[in-house]
């Protein structure tokens, strides 16, 4: 049997991006002959993307594309399983396209995304494609394309793992870069109490009574304490109420903001990568002995 060096497995995996103990293994089978090993990697290619597809992908990055128009524009988020590959170049490119898609062709949701056209085949063939190549599993997570009232603005944060998409009607550019920055650090759930769902309010309830009779409250005041620590609540997660993060005096409200500067928020959507989705605790280190040790074998 062929010896398989390291310096054929570089030159394999320069040809063909494959991850390297699969470049190690198509040389083993094909007993060192380089075009025969790259022929049985494109066969296995599409084979990787389903092997692949049971793991977890809670990194990734937030896209936004948005019409020259101001008028529509989309979010969307596209996870891989590490922060390495979410700044590849060929996975921005995926993200960009699909962003772009949403807003040129308004899918109605993400089969119809997957199923669109993309370079020479569709969304969904570039994904598994791109899945075979880099061998880490990817998946359009979930997207809004928005029909805005004013005009739309958008902000990209912390290495685009944070989104905004912004629709305000009236002021001006510095007030709508403010507001989306404000959205993405305070990352309020809704815009006013009417959007908080109705879930999310009874557990503050149920729990502000519970603490209230563990501190031996009367039962007379608790349904009084609970309402008290709801409205708390609400002035924390919806977005009209909540404090400026710019405010001068620490106390003007977005509310506030834009009464004073003649504007209003039609809505707005946030995005924060992999957010209520399980994440891999996986040791880099150990999972790059792992392989090391796997290639001695």
């Known amino acids: 049997m062929a010896a398989i060096t390291a310096s054929m497995v570089a030159e394999l995996r320069a040809k063909t991006d494959a991850p390297m103990m699969e470049c190690k293994k198509a040389l083993t089978e094909a007993e060192g002959n380089l075009v025969k090993a790259e022929e049985l990697l494109r066969v296995k290619l599409g084979n990787k993307a ?7 992908t809670a990194e990734g990055v937030v896209g936004i594309s948005i019409a020259a128009d101001g008028k529509q524009g989309a979010i969307i988020e596209i996870n891989c399983e590490t922060d390495f590959v979410a700044k590849n170049d060929e996975f921005l490119q995926l993200i960009k396209g699909c962003s772009e898609l949403v807003v040129s062709r308004n899918p109605a949701d993400l089969a119809a995304l997957s199923a669109l056209p993309m370079g ?3 969304v969904e063939s570039t994904r598994s494609a791109l899945v075979g190549k880099i061998g880490e599993n990817m998946s359009v997570r979930r997207f809004v394309r928005t029909q805005a009232k004013g005009r ?3 902000y990209i944060h912390g290495g685009a793992r944070i989104g905004v998409l912004l629709d305000l009607v009236g002021g001006d550019d510095q007030l709508g870069k403010d507001l989306a920055m404000h ?14 769902p109705s879930e999310l309010l009874d557990t503050e309830r149920r ?9 031996n409250k009367p039962e007379a005041m608790l349904e009084k304490i609970a309402e008290g620590t709801v409205q708390k609540y609400l002035k924390e ?3 009209l109420a909540q404090v400026f993060v710019k ?5 003007q409200t977005v509310e506030q903001l834009l009464k004073a500067k003649g504007a209003s928020i039609a809505g707005f959507t946030l995005y924060v990568v992999g957010e209520g989705m399980e994440k891999r605790a996986n040791d ?7 392989q090391a040790a796997a290639a001695q074998k």
């Not at 389903?50 to 977890?56: F, G, I, L, Q, S």
């Not at 729990?207 to 501190?215: F, H, M, Q, S, T």
Request: aromatic share 2%; proline share 2%; charged share 25%.
């Open 207 to 215: 729990i502000a009574i519970e603490k209230a009779r563990a501190d």
């Open 50 to 56: 389903t092997k692949a597809a049971n793991r977890v």
């Open 183 to 196: 959205i993405a650090a305070s990352k309020p759930k809704s815009l006013d109490a009417s959007g908080v």
């Open 237 to 239: 997660v919806t977005l």
């Open 284 to 290: 880099f280190a150990a999972e790059v002995a792992a």
């Open 120 to 122: 020479d085949g569709t």
């Open 247 to 251: 405010a001068e005096d620490g106390k």
């Open 152 to 154: 739309l603005v958008s």
